[in-house]
């Protein structure tokens, strides 16, 4: 399997633009998570979903931000407009139940 | 609620000194514990991991024993290498939270730095 994957790697854009983040997850896993990553505040966890539904969303920062998961191999993070304080790098993670969590190579976000 | 404290950093040891980093937990349920490690530029990856108390997790020579009555986790190893150098995160689940997995609380990371 090749794991998380998340595109893109890196992204820089201007403050006031929409920014979509990817993440396809293990292929059979249950659970998806959305986790950003900032020095400030460490790891946070924004939304999950089981079986793409979303289930809490309660850690998604303000209206701005928005996720869906279509379908069982596929999840959005959408930020719009984007703001310089959204800089962060955002992990996506699935798991199987709870057995154990496999986080993808994360996006580097930067709103100048 | 939920909350994970581990020991603040950099952690700076030379190599084959013994490692200790500490993590409290506190938990509404019955939690699985687990340690996870970002090497730089990286996603987290699952170092080890205990599901009920007394459990220990182990893994490249990295262990931790899960401590109920002092609600603890505490990550050890008998002799560092450079490339252990790394950020590590304790992390909980509260499997009884939401009836599943409910997304892992992490610790703000501990940075260890390893010298030759």
Known sequence: DAGVIQ????????????????????????????????MMRGLELLIYFNNNVPIDD????????????????FSTLKIQPS????????????????GGYTFGSGTRLTVV | GNSVTQMEGPVTLS???????????????YPS????????????????????????????GFEATYRKETTSFHLEKGSVQVSD?????????????????????FGKGTHLIIQP
């Open chain 1, 7 to 38: 595109s893109p790697r890196h992204e820089v854009t201007e403050m006031g633009q929409e920014v979509t983040l990817r993440c396809k997850p293990i292929s059979g896993h249950d659970y998806l998570f959305w986790y950003r990553q900032t």
């Open chain 1, 58 to 73: 309660s850690g998604m920062p303000e209206d701005r931000f928005s996720a869906k998961m279509p379908n069982a191999s």
């Open chain 1, 83 to 98: 703001e310089p304080r959204d800089s962060a790098v955002y992990f996506c993670a699935s798991s199987l139940g709870a």
């Open chain 2, 15 to 29: 190599e084959e000194a013994f490692l200790t980093i500490n993590c409290t937990y506190t938990a509404t349920g």
């Open chain 2, 33 to 60: 514990l687990f340690w996870y490690v970002q090497y730089p530029g990286e996603g987290l990856q699952l170092l080890l991991k205990a599901t009920k108390a007394d459990d220990k997790g182990s893994n490249k």
């Open chain 2, 85 to 105: 150098s790394a950020v590590y995160f304790c992390a909980l689940s509260d499997l009884y939270s939401g009836g599943g997995a409910d997304g892992l609380t």
